[in-house]
């Protein structure tokens, strides 16, 4: 798949590296991350702009090739979080976050 075609999907798509460096962002996501500059973040470390738990988390889930998952609320808007990493030859390349707004109304469906 060519990563153009993850550029107009209406959730938030942020991709980096082992380093931490981000070499990836869709349309969303850079519209997500603009005052924090954006597109132009490519390139540079997703870890100047995390807590040091956070880096810690995200470090730890690339060692071990595990997936987080939970939800967030910032200025009333709920977003689903999903963090889990990329393989390059069977090996962690790196991290794809992916960052859904919930709507208020979102159905839930159990099935058996």
Not at 5 to 26: F, P, R
Request: include cysteine; charged fraction near 25%; glycine fraction near 10%.
């Amino acid at each position: 798949m060519n990563l153009d075609s993850l550029m107009g999907l209406d959730c938030a798509i942020t991709i980096c590296n082992l380093k931490g460096e981000i070499v990836y962002m869709n349309s969303k996501s850079q519209e997500v991350f603009a005052k924090w500059g954006g597109g132009n973040l490519v390139g540079k470390s997703l870890f100047s702009c995390h807590l040091p738990s956070s880096i810690a988390t995200i470090k730890r889930l690339m060692k071990e090739g595990k997936s987080n998952t939970y939800t967030i609320e910032k200025g009333g808007i709920r977003k689903l979080i999903h963090q889990t990493p990329w393989y390059d030859d069977g090996k962690v390349t790196g991290m794809v976050e992916l960052s859904i707004v919930l709507p208020d109304d979102m159905p839930h469906h159990k099935r058996d």
